[in-house]
């Protein structure tokens, strides 16, 4: 499994989002974390049809998204 946090620079909500997920993590070490910046990555944010930061995705170990 991968979570996928999706963030901006100047999104307070993100930096804390970005804490817990490190713990989740930390705890299932089997657990991928991937993050994406909409600012350095606006094509992949487009591509995920992110709206908001933070956004967090769930995918399954084909990829598939399972939650958002």
Do not use: N, W
């Amino acid at each position: 499994m991968e979570l996928v946090l999706v963030t901006s620079a100047f999104c307070a909500a993100c930096a804390r989002t970005r804490e817990t997920l490190t713990e989740a993590v930390r705890l299932v070490p089997s657990v991928g974390l991937t993050e994406i910046d909409v600012a350095r990555d606006p094509d992949g944010a487009e591509a995920l049809d992110i709206r908001v930061t933070p956004t967090v995705l769930l995918r399954d170990d084909a990829g598939l998204e399972v939650f958002r």
